[in-house]
């Protein structure tokens, strides 16, 4: 545990739960509606309403081994080549394995996705994928209509939920384990201000993190928020430098910042080309599958034609649909456009990449556990080691599922065994915070301002086990950022960290997020600079920064070009030195720790990291020196021969 918190008043309320989910896109209603059907007590908490995360923007649709003639193996051969040698090749199996059955206990939530009039489930492709298996709903409005099915049955089920509250910091028991969260709600409601759910299971389902960039697909409440609570608790974070720049969003001109829309992947599925302005299709050649190519190669040929004609943009010509398919297949996207000043039925898309998804996040096992006992994570904010150095088009949302399954049925098991529950502690008596002083300000975890009910046993569920968070009493307190530093925040991380980089433009952007770093903390020891007030708009953009720093860390120390990491001065694959993961952790001096993976599998999480020093290898377990780790023998590189083959 590093002891940091955000600064920000004691809790002014509390409740009590067996399990608070964090976060309410598909993997977190899914964690919250599993863990309720096994009889516990679950607290969703979600930054505005509960259809507002990241779900709801996705077009293009969810992967899944349905169709006729696809298999698991083809869907999981489909990823590892897409990871660029990274994948966990066991998160990748229980995936597309668990997937298809997910997705039917989905349907019989209530998500109704689009059918042919036998009432087949149409299936369309996207980028990387050698089959038709995106299931998709309403042309392109999938998200949306699986975030509907999810909260009717939160609502019809009567889950307990707190909308616009932001997450502020873990609470931990004496023994160091998860014992619930500290949260701001906004507005009314019935509660209000800085409050705490206590609960033995805290599971992270935040979502990502593209507000780190001046443009994005993300909504506005994807600040990173579960990372950085999560590294601040001292959970490991792992493959933060892949973030994947989705190829074609909506291009509105080079000042544009915020949410940019986008122009799923599925239209280039369904026969959309890209030219340049001239017409030239210039991804013909550049790879088998031209237009339909992993993210980062066809993002990575835009930006190559950009750069080649001096250009911001380039174009998406799908002319030929007609006004029909458009108006039925893509109406979300349509209207989009239009409403932006351009038609696709009569003239070619502006696009550019855009920052899109994160494929690092806070880094799991198979059931979802992070190195903190009792915290979990599922979603965009986790790492399970599935996405490698590159997400497959559509599988985010399956991630969603199948993990948050895990989750869930982890936490029933774990809560229901006497032997893993935790002794209660006694409540120390410590004298609250003076929050009038930055150097012992931050929350009282012990909610002792609440006189909220005891645990309960839920009605026929297991006996819940009590967590009892303990006051730290000399946290370790985050200096927050005034709000206006965002934008600079966001600034560096495109020039320096986005699409295209460097060791120059690392360094620089690393130099300056240290100085915005170096003024925050200034100000906490009194050199004249002022630090920001508690708030929303502070929290968040603390957590930006800090999110930020760990990704130019990462992008730092990676000295190859790999998925959808491009370093402009280390060009090519280096398998002997990089084919391993980067594990981040923040240290009590709020410092990073950036350690290397012996092997591309991802190590326990139950267990101390086993890795070799950074920026040094072990020998004895070098990749280049073991056969099984010989990029030849992956199956990827095998996948990617047999094709070469047949061709």
């Known amino acids: ?229 999560a ?62 190519a992993p993210r980062d190669i066809v993002a990575k040929g835009i930006m190559r034609r950009m750069r080649e004609q001096g250009a911001d943009h380039m174009y998406l010509d799908a002319r030929h649909f007609g006004a029909e398919m458009w108006e039925s297949r893509f109406p979300t996207i349509l209207a989009a456009c239009r409403t932006h000043g351009f038609d696709p039925v009569t003239e070619p898309i502006p696009v550019a990449p855009a920052a899109h998804y994160a494929s690092g996040g806070v880094r799991t096992d198979l059931r979802g556990r992070t190195t903190v006992p009792g915290l979990y994570a599922c979603g965009e904010v986790a790492c399970t080691g599935v996405h490698g150095a590159n997400r497959l088009a559509s599988n985010s949302l399956l991630e969603g599922l199948v993990f948050a399954e895990r989750i869930a049925d982890d936490i029933a098991t774990t809560l229901a065994a006497p032997e893993t529950a935790a002794p209660e502690t006694a409540v120390p008596e410590t004298a609250a915070p003076d929050m009038t002083d930055p150097a012992t300000a931050g929350p009282h975890p012990d909610g002792s301002a609440s006189a909220g009910p005891g645990p309960t046993t839920a009605p026929g569920g297991p006996e819940p086990r009590t967590a009892t968070p303990v006051p730290h009493p000399a946290p370790r307190v985050l200096p927050l950022l005034d709000p206006a530093a965002r934008a600079r925040v966001q600034r560096v991380m495109t020039h320096g960290a986005g699409v295209l980089r460097s060791a120059d433009s690392l360094a620089k952007a690393a130099e300056q997020l240290d100085a915005i770093h170096g003024d925050a903390l200034g100000g906490a020891g009194g050199s004249g600079h002022k630090t920001a007030e508690p708030g929303v708009e502070s929290w968040e953009t603390t957590n930006v920064l800090c999110v930020a720093r760990v990704l130019v860390a990462a992008a730092r120390h990676r000295e190859e070009t790999r998925g959808c990491h491009w370093r402009e001065d280390r060009p090519d694959w280096d398998d002997a030195a990089w084919r391993r993961h980067l594990v981040v952790r923040l240290r009590p001096d709020r410092s990073l720790d950036v350690r290397t993976t012996a092997t591309h599998d991802f190590p326990p999480t139950d267990r101390p990291l086993s890795h070799s020093a950074a920026g040094t290898r072990d020998p004895a377990r070098d990749p280049a020196r073991d056969p099984a780790r010989d990029p030849a023998h992956h199956p990827a590189a095998q996948a990617a021969a047999r094709r070469e083959q047949q061709a």
């Open 1 to 229: 545990m590093t002891g940091i918190r955000l600064h920000a008043p004691a809790p002014g309320w509390a409740i009590d739960a067996d399990v608070v989910v964090v976060g309410s896109g598909v993997a977190g209603l899914t964690a919250a509606l599993r863990c309720t059907a096994a009889g516990l007590r679950t607290v969703v908490v979600t930054k505005a309403r509960l259809d507002d995360g990241s779900t709801r923007w996705a077009q293009g649709g969810i992967a899944a081994a349905l169709g006729e003639g696809d298999t698991p193996e083809q869907h999981m051969e489909d990823t590892l080549v897409a990871g660029a040698g990274l994948c966990d090749e066991e998160a990748v199996r229980v995936l597309v394995t668990e997937g298809p059955d997910a997705v039917r206990r989905l349907i019989a939530t209530g998500a109704r996705f689009d059918t042919d009039a036998a009432g087949t489930i149409e299936l369309t492709r996207e980028g990387g994928h050698h089959r038709r298996r995106i299931a998709h709903a309403g042309g392109d409005a999938t998200g949306a209509e699986i975030s509907r099915a999810l909260v009717d049955a939160v609502r019809e089920r009567a889950v307990r939920t707190i909308e616009n509250a932001l997450v502020l910091d873990l609470l931990t028991d004496a023994h160091g384990r998860t014992a619930g969260v500290t949260l701001h709600v906004m507005g009314e409601g019935q509660h209000d201000g800085v409050g705490a759910v206590h609960a033995p299971a805290v599971v992270l389902a935040t979502g990502g993190m593209g507000q780190v960039f001046s443009a994005t697909t993300n909504p506005a409440v994807s600040t990173g928020d579960g990372v950085a609570l």
């Open 231 to 292: 590294l601040r608790a001292g959970a490991e974070v792992s493959d933060l430098e892949f973030v994947q720049f989705h190829p074609t969003v909506l291009f509105l001109g080079p000042e544009a910042e915020g949410q940019q829309p986008l122009v799923s992947e599925a239209v280039r599925g369904e026969g959309a080309h890209l030219v340049d302005a001239d017409g030239v299709r210039f991804m013909v050649g550049q790879h088998e599958l031209a237009e339909l």
